[in-house]
């Protein structure tokens, strides 16, 4: 599986972003997709998680009710939409694919990072 992500960018406290991750290869599908998220000085740190079946997702504490992931198995693409961003949210954040839940041990694929950076 090979991960393409876009769709970070510079914005403002309360602002919004929409994260892209392109997924290609034979078992893109059948895989669990998320976002993880690494700030200067912290761990790679999970962030959001849906399944293949698109019925069952997870959310990190501290982003539950301002992201949403969603995933278009026709395009092979998740998306992570983030409203009301906080500073603290600034972080370069990576798109993975694996077996549901993506425990980090288990990640099959990683994307590139894409910084996104929240302005005080």
């Known amino acids: 599986v090979q991960l393409q992500a876009s769709g970070g960018g510079l914005v403002q406290t309360g602002g919004s972003l929409r994260l892209s991750c392109a997924a290609s290869?034979?078992?893109?599908?059948?895989?669990?997709m998320g976002w993880f998220r690494q700030a200067p000085g912290k761990e790679r740190e999970s962030v959001a998680v849906i399944n293949w079946r698109v019925s069952s997702t997870y959310y990190a504490d501290p982003v539950k009710g301002r992201f949403t992931i969603s995933r278009d198995n026709t395009k092979n693409t998740v998306y992570l939409q983030m409203d009301s961003l906080k500073p603290e949210d600034t972080a370069v954040y990576y798109c993975?694919?694996?077996?549901?839940?993506?425990?980090?041990?288990?990640?099959?694929?990683w994307g590139q990072g894409t910084l996104v950076t929240v302005s005080s």
């Open positions: 290869g034979r078992t893109a599908q059948s895989y669990a």
């Open positions: 993975a694919a694996g077996p549901w839940p993506l425990y980090s041990t288990h990640i099959r694929a």
